[in-house]
């Protein structure tokens, strides 16, 4: 896990780099009839690393050249100039690498005589004390004298691949206009899921007992009530100030690719890696082992809280994020990686990340405020330790979400609706049976069933209930939980469409095109993803009213295109897309593929995504995204009025 946190961490902070750190220069030399060399020479930045082929795989990511041996062979591998072995101490281990410059040869045998250039891939990684970088560099060599650029950015297919992404649409000027409205509820149900998990997180043994000590330490050491009562307040601040903070590296990574923070949202390894933190943080709850960070990070900054006034309070501040982790990091890491599969990606982290601290800081200046309610807390008990078994609970139930991403985008077909839905009660009914006390853990507490654990429990159990009637019912009994299950059409049982609600759809946006013009229907674009939440929840819930329904099923073409699908493109059809910025990204993938093309065309990264539009490319409306059935209903016969207006005709390309 600290590895991956590395890993994801040097990739936020790239954006902070003025200049590449290594710089590549190539030449050949021919040296006898039918043998070349080839040469790399890296010219590195002062305090920069880069690592040698040779070098630990468990550090750092060592050199590579991938060679593509067509009318050539390779004699020998590639040979590098001398490099040092040291102790790294970002990685915690020796490590080799090279200073200020490296050189790479590689000799070939030239077999084709019509050979007349090679292209190498280089993918390479160089780290300084701070930060590291990684890129992938393909360079071309002349075989007939004549001047090729070193760097090869696009072949011929990846150029016209790339033109047949782009289409030439009218009207875009209605999507630009966006509902003020939507924004504003979507941050404020971030900030208020941030809000709900910071008390979640004030309720556990960390953090409870610290609000009474703490705020008798301030009005006890302060000169006068006001100044104590100004120092309880300042150190609630600099909790949400430091709750807010942590959201900022995010904010690198979404300005370097707007569908950046998707991609890792939906990425298979990272939602495995999400469940098993999960199942990982679930068992710290039940009470197998504790989770700290490191002992030297709380001493370090319990050492600041001896400085006076701001900074001493600050440091008091940071201390409490700190010893308090065990129980507030699984709390914080499910609101993590909540607002990451969100469709407002790191606006939205850090909105939920201001909720979350201000939940966290709020009973300390409450309390610094009115000192005698501290009399109406309840005292620490028994009580805190079923809490936190209950949120094991909720971990293990959430956790299951993430693993049922991975499958979905994959495609194993493993986690089907039933499965998912079979597994949730399972977690349930363990729950209902803890908390009327049938099983229990080594650290609990034996105490009297309270009413409130009774209700609690009876509430379980009654959920149980209603997942086991729904797994055989026929109707569609969990609109309630639209968008954490697995679609309706991700199902065991056999479905005559795997689209949502059994409508026609396309997935492919040549196919639809195609019979959008055949049929003169305007064409419902719909970006979409397999572990998008809002996604399912507006199918299931908006998609399935009865006139929407019949308005969608009648009136349009739908195109769905699953910007997270992780199957593979065909050979033919994988190429190289390069930004205006410079920047490659490899489209090898159908969900690469949809993403870059929503990218490029509606400027937005978002899931969903719904446009109308003609086969023409007329734009019929503004944009809409997850809404209400009126709003979706209106919207919907908005665009089928202005469909049946006469528009002029509009080239458009398909592929």
């Avoid at 809490?387 to 495609?411: M, P, Q, Y």
């Avoid at 949730?424 to 654990?453: C, E, N």
Wanted: net charge negative.
């Amino acid at each position: 896990m600290k590895w991956v946190m590395f890993l994801l961490g040097t990739i936020f902070v790239q954006a902070q780099l003025d200049s590449e750190p290594v710089v590549w220069e190539t030449h050949i030399e021919k040296t006898e009839d039918n043998r070349i060399i080839l040469f790399f020479e890296a010219s590195i930045a002062p305090k920069w690393h880069l690592y040698s082929q040779f070098s630990s795989k468990d550090g750092a990511l060592p050199t590579e050249f991938v060679f593509n041996p067509r009318g050539y062979e390779r004699i020998g591998n590639v040979e590098e100039s001398t490099s040092v072995t040291e102790y790294d101490n970002v990685f915690e281990m020796d490590l080799t690498y090279f200073n200020d410059r490296a050189t790479f040869q590689q000799e070939l045998f030239i077999s084709d005589s019509s050979l007349s250039t090679i292209s190498v891939e280089v993918n390479y990684q160089a780290c300084d004390d701070k930060l590291c970088i990684f890129r992938s560099e393909i360079f071309r060599f002349s075989l007939d004298g004549n001047d090729v650029a070193n760097t090869l950015v696009t072949d011929e297919t990846s150029q016209r691949l790339s033109s047949e992404l782009k289409l030439e649409l009218l009207n875009t000027d209605l999507l630009e206009s966006t509902l003020s409205e939507e924004i504003t509820n979507s941050f404020s149900n971030i900030f208020l899921l941030g809000f709900i998990a910071g008390l979640l997180a004030l309720l556990t043994p960390c953090v409870f007992p610290m609000i009474p000590l703490t705020v008798s330490f301030f009005i006890k050491q302060a000169n006068s009530r006001s100044n104590g009562v100004y120092n309880a307040l300042l150190y609630a601040f600099f909790i949400v100030l430091i709750y807010g903070l942590l959201s900022l590296p995010f904010h690198f990574i979404d300005s370097l690719n707007p569908e950046i923070l998707n991609t890792l949202a939906t990425n298979v390894t990272l939602n495995l890696i999400f469940f098993g933190v999960f199942v990982f943080f679930a068992f710290s709850f039940f009470g197998f082992y504790e989770l700290t960070l490191p002992t030297k990070w709380g001493n370090k900054t319990d050492q600041g809280t001896s400085f006076k006034g701001g900074i001493g309070i600050f440091f008091m501040a940071l201390t409490l994020a700190i010893v308090s982790f065990s129980c507030t990091g699984p709390i914080l890491g499910t609101l993590l990686a909540g607002s990451l599969t969100a469709d407002g990606g790191a606006i939205q982290l850090s909105v939920g990340m201001l909720g979350f601290g201000v939940a966290l800081g709020f009973p300390f200046g409450l309390f610094a405020l009115f000192p005698n309610a501290l009399n109406a807390l309840p005292k620490s008990g028994g009580w805190m330790t079923t809490f936190k078994v209950f949120l094991g609970f909720l971990e293990l139930a959430l956790a299951l979400k993430f693993l049922s991403n991975a499958d979905l985008v994959a495609h194993w077909d493993l986690l089907k609706r039933e499965v998912f839905i079979a597994i949730w009660a399972f977690i349930s009914l363990l729950l209902t049976l803890y908390l009327f006390g049938v099983i229990s853990f080594k650290h609990d507490v034996k105490q009297k069933l309270s009413i409130l654990r009774i209700i609690v429990a009876t509430i379980s159990f009654l959920f149980t209930s209603f997942l086991v009637y729904g797994l055989f019912s026929e109707e569609n009994e969990f609109k309630i939980l639209s968008g954490f299950p697995p679609p309706e059409f991700y199902s065991i049982s056999s479905k005559e469409s795997d689209c949502p609600l059994g409508l026609e759809c396309y997935k492919n946006y040549s196919t639809g095109i195609a019979m959008a013009k055949a049929t003169n229907k305007p064409i419902l674009l719909d970006f979409t993803g397999w572990a998008c939440v809002n996604c399912r929840k507006m199918e299931e819930n908006v998609w399935s009213d009865s006139e929407i329904f019949s308005l969608l099923n009648e009136n349009y073409i739908i195109i769905s295109l699953y910007v997270d699908d992780g199957k593979k493109l065909s050979k033919d059809a994988q190429f190289n897309y390069q930004y205006p910025d410079g920047r490659i990204k490899v489209i090898n993938t159908i969900g690469k593929k949809w993403a870059t093309f929503q990218a490029i065309n509606f400027k937005t990264a978002s899931q969903p995504y719904y446009v109308q539009m003609m086969s023409d490319g007329k734009i019929l409306n503004s944009a809409i995204q997850y809404t209400d059935i009126p709003t979706f209903k209106a919207w919907l016969k908005k665009g089928l009025k202005n469909s049946k207006k006469e528009h002029p005709k509009a080239k458009y390309l398909t592929f």
